[in-house]
């Protein structure tokens, strides 16, 4: 049986929208993301949502601006993703950004294709 070991999920909500110096925000995230050496990032777009303005966001067929939500799912060791924090802060002003403790499946092969710390 593979052992599981501790790990620190990051996750962001953003909107597909948001942007960082006329850049897809999700993709500054991302980019800093691999340039810190952290494991791994995953944008996942969501349907439809709301959050604390509660005003829907969604795919909108005849809409010029599409807001959908966005999850910016990062996990990692603990050390490497609290050192992260301060990039996600100056980044995201309107967002969620949620910081949990979870458990990993570790796959040892994976390791030798990660960056050093």
Do not use: N, Y
Request: glycine share 6%.
């Amino acid at each position: 049986m593979t052992p599981m070991r501790p790990a620190l999920q990051l996750t962001v909500f953003i909107e597909e929208c948001d942007t960082w110096h006329h850049r897809p925000l999700s993709a500054e995230i991302v980019h800093r993301a691999h340039e810190a050496g952290l494991a791994g990032a995953t944008v996942l777009r969501g349907i439809e949502g709301f959050g604390a303005s509660s005003v829907i966001h969604g795919f909108r067929l005849l809409s010029l601006k599409q807001d959908v939500p966005l999850a910016i799912v990062i996990v990692d060791e603990e050390e490497r993703v609290r050192r992260f924090l301060p990039t996600v802060r100056d980044l995201v002003e309107g967002g969620l950004v949620i910081v949990e403790r979870v458990d990993v499946m570790h796959d040892p092969a994976r390791d030798t294709a990660r960056a050093p710390a």
